[in-house]
């Protein structure tokens, strides 16, 4: 394919150094002639790179450099050019008038495609007088290594279009997802699922921002925790790409941004680029700084009675027992013992009040942290701190030829805090199915190569359990109140009818899936 890329930033080179790698031939401009060498230079340096790190050989470096060629201007005649690809500023006037330009001087059969990320496929096609020639077509930084981009027809684009400009990516060994036009896509959008709930628990206090960050790697085995991605990627991008999908989808309180943000925005505090964010940094490219964990100084060897029955309860009195604390029977909990609540989408609180618990020695365990490499211990206003020093040391304990566990000391809220950010992933990505914005299997996709997730959060649903879920936002639900955890419909139909939540199901056309409607 004959590819023109407008645009020779950050985005075009490496769309440039991605497609004449994959064997095309591609042209790159820009409205400012000076950056095209620079911007060939760079692609040279990331050949050389990719050399050195055994990904290609050298003679493929050089074939895919001599693909790439410098135009002299966006519309320069280009007979043969089959796509063009617009890389420029995310700006909507600018975006029309180039490609009302591009439509005067390439010819018809030329498909166009931006990469623009926040305004509308349909609005940039508007500008022109045969919109259907126009999709979206959205990578991801850097280009070469994140194998995925998101193919947005627009309302108009013409049917054969997205079909064509999947099969191309997937033809380069990226993986393509086709997307509706709506704010944020798809893979922005589901991310909005972690970012804001971060936030909620840190505006709530349940745990600082180094705490929500060690439960979400070591918990949910997330790459890196919520905090320390909005250092990289700069919290004024977050926090811009979060109120516009929110205002976007209509104020949705399941996409509600925090009030936190905007502030550490207005104070300079976006991440690395400022050397502060949620974490410091004393150098460019430094690693950020990071307390230390408090030392385990509470009793390892005392009782503890576990309430209730159930899997989880059984779990908990099995984790417990391997790990060789000593385990209290009976009705009720003994005077010397420590009480260890499993919660699920409830509160501690909650079980202290319903089963007449004492409320001085009573502590919430997090399920999901008992096969973890890290413990969620939940304390309330009532607990006794040498109650929770104490359990803080039994959770920490290690079985046999097992090293000791970290344990974080969280606020009880409902759900504790691994919970609440799973919920809020797959509740998230849950309702972008439901709207038909992309297919299951797309969204689990999308989500695993552009946001490095450990699986796909329909699927991550499923391995939990569809109904255990539905039972995790209800209880999230109606223990909070806030209309943010209302369960999806996506989730309770499927609950209903024995299906995974990776099922698309049979629309009322009887055919594979209902198209989103633009």
Same mark, same amino acid.
């Given at each position: 394919m004959h590819i023109r890329i407008v645009g020779a930033g950050v985005m075009g080179r490496g769309i440039a150094q991605w497609a004449a790698t994959a064997g095309h031939t591609v042209e790159l401009c820009d409205a400012r002639p000076a950056s095209v060498p620079e911007a060939l230079t760079f692609v040279e340096d990331m050949l050389r790179r990719a050399v050195r790190n055994g990904r290609m050989s050298s003679e493929d470096a050089a074939d895919a450099r001599a693909r790439i060629t410098a135009v002299d201007a966006p519309t320069a005649p280009g007979p043969a050019v089959d796509l063009v690809v617009e890389a420029i500023h995310e700006d909507l006037a600018a975006k029309r008038e180039l490609f009302r330009a591009l439509e005067d001087a390439l010819p018809a059969?030329?498909?166009?495609?931006?990469?623009?990320?926040?305004?509308?496929?349909?609005?940039?096609?508007?500008?022109?007088?045969?919109?259907?020639? !126009?999709?979206?077509?959205?990578?991801?930084?850097? $280009?070469?290594?994140? +194998? *995925? &981009?998101?193919? =947005?027809? %627009?309302? @108009?684009?013409?049917?054969?279009?997205?079909?064509m400009l999947a099969e191309f990516v997937r033809g380069t060994g990226h993986a393509a997802v086709v997307v509706a036009d709506t704010p944020g896509f798809l893979v922005n959008h589901a991310g909005r699922g972690l970012a804001t709930?971060?936030?909620? !628990?840190?505006?709530?206090?349940?745990?600082?921002? $180094?705490?929500?960050? +060690? *439960? &979400?790697?070591? =918990?949910? %085995?997330? @790459?890196?925790?919520?905090?320390?991605?909005?250092?990289?990627?700069?919290?004024?991008?977050?926090?811009?790409?979060?109120?516009?999908?929110?205002?976007?989808?209509?104020?949705?309180?399941?996409?509600?941004?925090?009030?936190?943000?905007?502030?550490?925005?207005?104070?300079?505090?976006?991440?690395?680029?400022?050397?502060?964010?949620?974490?410091t940094y004393s150098g460019s490219g430094s690693r950020p700084e990071v307390p230390a964990e408090a030392p385990v100084d509470g009793d390892a060897d005392r009782p503890v009675w576990v309430p209730g029955d159930g899997a989880d309860t059984e779990a908990l009195r099995q984790f417990l027992g391997r790990a060789g604390v000593l385990l209290r029977d009976g009705a009720s909990p003994p005077p010397d013992a420590v009480v260890l609540v499993p919660t699920w989408g409830t509160t501690v609180a909650a079980a202290v009040a319903s089963a007449g618990l004492p409320a001085g020695r009573s502590l919430g365990v997090d399920p999901l942290s008992l096969a973890a490499r890290r413990r969620v211990l939940a304390v309330t206003p009532a607990t006794d701190p040498v109650a929770a020093r104490d359990a803080r040391a039994v959770l920490a304990r290690a079985g046999a030829g097992e090293a000791p566990r970290r344990v974080t000391v969280v606020r009880d809220t409902a759900g504790s805090v691994a919970q609440r950010l799973l919920a809020s992933i797959v509740s998230v990505a849950a309702s972008i199915a439901e709207r038909s914005i992309a297919d299951p299997a797309d969204i689990d996709t999308a989500v695993v190569a552009g946001l490095g997730y450990p699986a796909g959060p329909l699927s991550w649903g499923d391995k939990l359990g569809a109904r255990r879920m539905l039972a995790l936002h209800e209880g999230l639900h109606r223990s909070t109140g806030d209309p943010r955890y209302r369960p999806t419909r996506w989730v309770a139909e499927r609950v209903q009818l024995g299906l995974p939540l990776t099922e698309s199901g049979t629309p009322p056309t009887l055919t594979e899936r209902v198209a989103y409607r633009t």
């Open positions: 059969e030329a498909v166009f495609a931006t990469n623009t990320s926040s305004l509308t496929v349909t609005g940039i096609a508007a500008g022109l007088a045969d919109p259907s020639r !126009l999709a979206g077509l959205h990578f991801f930084n850097p $280009v070469p290594l994140m +194998r *995925i &981009a998101e193919v =947005v027809p %627009g309302a @108009r684009t013409r049917a054969e279009i997205p079909g709930e971060a936030f909620a !628990l840190l505006e709530e206090s349940v745990s600082d921002a $180094v705490g929500i960050d +060690r *439960i &979400a790697r070591d =918990v949910l %085995g997330l @790459r890196m925790g919520p905090f320390e991605l909005m250092d990289l990627t700069g919290l004024d991008v977050t926090a811009s790409v979060t109120d516009t999908i929110w205002r976007g989808f209509a104020h949705s309180d399941r996409l509600r941004p925090s009030v936190v943000a905007a502030n550490r925005v207005a104070a300079g505090l976006l991440g690395r680029k400022t050397g502060r964010g949620f974490y």
